[in-house]
């Protein structure tokens, strides 16, 4: 299996700050064919279901916000949020769907200081 | 627009088997890969397995032995069986599609039902 580990496990960032998510997949998740991570970021909010938010690690799905930015190559990946919203208190997930099983990273908890 | 909805007993007894649905509307079974995917209290994101249109499945290694995920095309739904199930095995239970392809992220999801096993 594809362990993917993130880090921090929870952090505070004052609004209107930059939030930084990390992601390590314990084996590289780039299929050479095509030049694409198989890299999904995901956003969870209390009671509702994951949210995809960034998808081959760095394209943002339809609809999420610009201040959204996935990045990172090989088995190290980013979710950077710019500018922090009141509206990104979530658990955030990274996923690979490289292989399967497919694996999530532990989760990271967002929060305002 | 795609929509999942879970359905199921909340509550299961130990040793017995876990049974879920998933009903698919706004769109056709056809064509796409129906996965589960399970969340324990508090807990992170643990994925069950898929099911391929076609009836072809894959299972996670660690509940292979007792996952069995079936499809209804005439009912456009799928189902989850988990068997001999235990305090473990507490959870939301999520229904998932991929947004394209077999190898793609999960886009669309149901809004999870929690499965509590307890006598």
């Known amino acids: 299996d594809i362990v993917m580990t993130q880090s921090p496990d929870s952090l505070a960032v004052s609004l209107g700050e930059r939030a930084t998510i990390n992601c390590k997949s314990s084996?590289?998740?780039?299929?050479?064919?095509?030049?694409?991570?198989?890299l999904a970021w995901y956003q969870q909010k209390p009671g509702q279901p994951p949210k995809l938010l960034i998808y081959?690690?760095?394209a943002r799905e339809s609809g999420v916000p610009d201040r959204f930015i996935g990045s990172g190559s090989g088995t190290d990946f980013t979710l950077t949020i710019s500018s922090l919203q009141a509206e990104d208190v979530a658990v955030y997930y990274c996923?690979?769907?490289?292989?399967?099983?497919?694996?999530f990273g532990q989760g990271t908890k967002v929060e305002i200081k | 627009q795609v929509q999942l909805q879970e359905s199921g007993p909340g509550l299961v007894k130990p040793s017995e088997t876990l049974s879920l649905t998933c009903a698919v509307s706004?769109?056709?079974?056809?064509?796409?890969?129906w996965s589960w995917i399970r969340q324990p209290p508090g807990k992170g994101l643990e994925w069950i397995g898929y099911?391929?249109?076609?009836?072809?499945?894959n299972y996670n290694p660690s509940l292979k032995s007792r996952v069995t995920i079936s499809l209804d095309m005439s009912k456009n739904q799928f189902s989850l069986k988990l068997i001999s199930v235990t305090a473990a095995d507490t959870a939301v239970y999520y229904c998932?599609?991929?947004?394209?392809?077999?190898?793609?992220?999960?886009?669309?999801w149901g809004q999870g039902t929690l499965v509590t096993v307890s006598s």
């Open positions: 998932a599609r991929a947004k394209d392809g077999q190898l793609a992220p999960y886009k669309y």
């Open positions: 706004g769109g056709s079974i056809s064509g796409y890969y």
């Open positions: 099911i391929y249109y076609s009836g072809s499945t």
């Open positions: 084996q590289s998740v780039l299929f050479n064919s095509n030049n694409k991570h198989y």
């Open positions: 081959w690690a760095s």
């Open positions: 996923q690979q769907y490289y292989n399967t099983p497919r694996t």
